[in-house]
């Protein structure tokens, strides 16, 4: 099936409009996308009775859709069910003069829409694929592909990126030309940052198993 | 005002039971609080509209309510609201023989309630402290502390501690020990390590401006 592409600039909508100035608001795709690849793990939100639930899943994407493990969350997903799915990378402390202006540098994208459940065995092995090499790129190859049996005990979830929020901060924080800049106080930011360590073999595995390549480099390189 | 203390054991609800084998449910709350206290920022699902939505913020707490930086849900927040806040630490890819078993280790502490806004001064200025603390140790004395307008214009939730789950899974892959360990894959875990950073000064401070050491002193410590 041809669809055309999603468009480069986000729309606004009332769930994607910004409210708040501190952080920048970005209607660019390229920043959602780039979000998107920074981290593997997000916050799935549903209805569960009426009330939201909050589950971390791992997921992929392709141009058009996020791809979701659902498990944690099926129990609730009975056809097609409003989600939103947030991804947030933290990069650092904001450190003001005043407690008021204190605050996080981060990345956020948040994607609204309707989640479908992916049934089609062709678009189910090529969405786990994509969530496979996400977070561990060449263990698609390298590790024994789903079977038939594991393929239908493996719920995917499909949510289109077409409307997505983004939010990013970066940068000092916005108290250094005010009336507090005369306190003397020292301000700035506290950099945070996840990095892969080095892998840890499995205690069952036989002596002398080699680290394949594809996860030995990965070792001391940043994450998100 | 006197209350219990909250029990030792998380109580088992509809909503807390754990459905899934692989993650390990925890029913101790002092893994409920090291899990909070590993980390300073949370995802907040609410509905607005009758759809979830989930926003990152922050949060600290005491011993009974997790207090929350509630700006960006506060339009959705009138009077007592249902939420659930999730707070996700992950350690590492679980790379399994097969990509079936393939997961994530990860700690997550999930918390339902109905999140009300802070009113009294006195308790909104200790839940400002308890959040401020909570991330940046030492800056509830060293900021400049909210003056009454700021206070007026910050919203701050409260979320009692009462219905968490926990779930944690540490370790190695679950395939070692059956028939995919024959295959003669390198399987094991890939961690990932989250450092505070280097003190990045605001470029607006005045040449000289010492940082203080309760700052200087996380740089190159584990976050999580």
Not at 52 to 64: F, H, I, K, S, W
Request: hydrophobic letters at 35%.
């Amino acid at each position: 099936m041809t669809q055309e592409p999603l468009p480069a600039r986000l729309p606004l909508t009332d769930r994607t409009r910004h409210r708040r100035l501190r952080e920048q608001g970005s209607l660019e795709r390229a920043d959602l996308e780039a979000i998107l690849d920074a981290g593997f793990v997000c916050h799935l939100g549903v209805l569960v009775d009426g009330r939201p639930l909050v589950v971390p899943t791992v997921y992929g994407r392709d141009e058009r859709w996020l791809y979701l493990h659902g498990s944690v969350a099926s129990r609730s997903l009975a056809g097609e069910t409003p989600v939103c799915v947030t991804v947030t990378h933290v990069d650092g402390l904001v450190l003001a003069r005043s407690v008021f202006e204190h605050g996080v540098n981060y990345r956020s994208a948040m994607i609204h829409g309707t989640a479908r459940k992916v049934t089609d065995p062709e678009e189910k092995l090529e969405g786990l694929r994509r969530l496979t090499e996400h977070s561990a790129p060449g263990q698609w190859s390298y590790a024994r592909r789903p079977s038939r049996k594991e393929l239908a005990a493996t719920t995917l979830l499909a949510l289109c990126l077409e409307e997505a929020s983004v939010k990013i901060r970066t940068g000092a924080p916005d108290d250094g030309d005010g009336p507090d800049a005369a306190l003397g106080l020292w301000a700035g930011v506290l950099p945070l940052t996840t990095v892969w360590g080095t892998p840890e073999p499995d205690p069952a595995l036989p002596a002398g198993t080699a680290v394949p390549d594809h996860i030995a480099r990965r070792a001391g390189t940043r994450h998100g």
